[in-house]
């Protein structure tokens, strides 16, 4: 019998393949999941040696693992099966493709013969291309000083090695404007530099709210922004914002307020190893 202590968990979502070490690793990815959107989370035993050679060989250490779809080979984890308490589906056998649809028919002459109590998944792909993975913190804020008025946009990115302190000059603009840029910067900035995962807090009651669907956005600009503001945000694997007080974002408000003077559009980024 399997030893629970050797469980892990691979999650399909979207475009992103991630492998989880625990299954609590795997809650966040709830809450950060938008309606209508693939989750697909399958659970392995004793992630073999040469696995996990495999993706350190390719700056993938630690746990969690997180990968693109196209970035994994047919047998790299192994026997998987569907985990039953998250994937409760009928007993029609089929296999698990990550670079393709989630789910596909068992084609004849596969390599693969699941029972209908146990499924068996392959994951296939192409030549690895892959990015850094790791997950980290963004905080984010915005300063105006006028409201409208010179503004400027402030985020620091934390992943437990290293702290990025961004700004950018956003010209004349609402402190709400400059808020918005202050997470698009941050999050693409994120991406930029290969994140999957990431937790998001800012003092802008009014922008967490948005993003979180939970307040409607009635202004065209700020609907503009808060569109790509969620593109951005559907691009990772976790995703989870939350509010905070003005007190414990101190620090991206100094970037807010030190992007002010710069011209609108430009971008200052410094970067310190913890």
């Given at each position: 019998?399997?030893?629970?202590?050797?469980?892990?968990?691979?999650?399909?979502?979207?475009?992103?393949?991630?492998?989880?070490?625990?299954?609590?690793?795997?809650?966040?990815l709830f809450a950060s999941s938008v309606s209508g959107e693939s989750l697909s989370i399958y659970k392995g035993y004793s992630l073999r040696q040469e696995t996990e050679e495999?993706?350190?060989?390719h700056g993938l250490k630690g746990a969690p693992y997180s990968i693109g779809a196209s970035d994994v080979n047919e047998g790299l984890f192994g026997r998987l099966v569907a985990c039953p308490y998250l994937d409760p589906y009928s007993s029609e056998e089929k296999t698990f493709n990550v670079k393709g649809a989630i789910e596909v028919d068992i084609s004849a002459g596969s390599s693969l013969h699941p029972t209908n109590s146990q499924r068996h998944h392959a994951i296939d792909?192409?030549?690895?291309?892959?990015?850094?993975?790791?997950?980290?913190?963004?905080?984010?804020?915005?300063?105006s000083k006028g409201n409208p008025g010179p503004a400027g946009a402030g985020a620091i990115l934390r992943d437990g090695r290293k702290v990025y302190r961004l700004r950018e000059g956003v010209g004349i603009q609402?402190?709400?404007?400059?808020?918005?840029?202050?997470?698009?910067?941050?999050?693409?900035?994120?991406?930029?530099?290969?994140?999957?995962?990431?937790?998001?807090?800012?003092?802008?009651?009014?922008?967490?709210?948005?993003?979180?669907?939970l307040?409607?956005?009635?202004?065209?600009?700020?609907?503009?922004?808060?569109?790509?503001?969620?593109?951005?945000?559907?691009?990772?694997?976790?995703?989870k914002i939350n509010h905070v007080p003005r007190e414990f974002?101190?620090?991206?408000?100094?970037?807010?307020?030190?992007?002010?003077?710069?011209?609108?559009?430009?971008?200052?980024?410094?970067?310190?190893?913890?």
């Open positions: 019998m399997a030893d629970e202590k050797d469980a892990f968990y691979v999650v399909r979502k979207g475009d992103v393949v991630g492998v989880y070490k625990s299954f609590s690793d795997i809650l966040p495999y993706l350190v060989s792909g192409s030549q690895p291309e892959l990015s850094t993975c790791l997950s980290c913190t963004l905080h984010f804020d915005g300063a609402t402190n709400n404007v400059a808020e918005y840029r202050g997470l698009i910067l941050g999050l693409k900035h994120a991406l930029k530099k290969g994140y999957k995962q990431i937790h998001v807090q800012g003092d802008s009651l009014l922008v967490c709210s948005q993003i979180q669907g307040w409607k956005v009635k202004n065209q600009n700020m609907a503009t922004l808060c569109t790509e503001a969620k593109a951005l945000k559907d691009k990772f694997m976790s995703f974002n101190s620090e991206a408000d100094v970037q807010a307020n030190l992007a002010i003077p710069l011209r609108a559009g430009e971008v200052q980024e410094d970067c310190h190893f913890l």
